[in-house]
């Protein structure tokens, strides 16, 4: 069974911190290198940052220095610890399966993430 349980998202002001949880199903999980995206009004998808099954970490520019993935292999838990929020950070934030957005066919609900200025 495909699925995908994004949590943690909240309202927070500019500057703050907001860590968020994805749990994953096996067939997702298991050997994939899994990936945080997130979604704002009117804009496209985009692949905020990703993370081997080995560790190996990347990250769009707007959030390197910022922004921390990281995975749980026993739990099929993948993270994202956000610092120093700005208002462009504002989405819906999704996690999946590593690759492009047009590629992936079943998304969770996401989790919405709002950053007052």
């Known amino acids: 069974q495909v699925q995908l349980v994004e949590s943690g998202g909240g309202l927070v002001q500019a500057g703050g911190s907001l860590g968020l949880s994805c749990a994953a199903s096996t067939s997702i999980f298991r050997r994939n290198t899994m990936a945080w995206y997130r979604q704002a009004p009117g804009k496209q998808r985009e692949l905020v940052a990703q993370i081997t099954s080995g560790g190996n970490t990347n990250y769009a520019d707007s959030v390197k220095g910022r922004f921390t993935i990281s995975r749980d292999n026993a739990k099929y838990l993948v993270y994202l610890q956000m610092n120093s929020l700005k208002p462009e950070d504002t989405a819906v934030y999704y996690c999946?399966?590593?690759?492009?957005?047009?590629?992936?066919?079943?998304w969770g609900q996401g989790t919405q993430v709002t950053v007052s200025s």
């Open positions: 999946n399966r590593a690759g492009p957005v047009s590629s992936i066919l079943f």
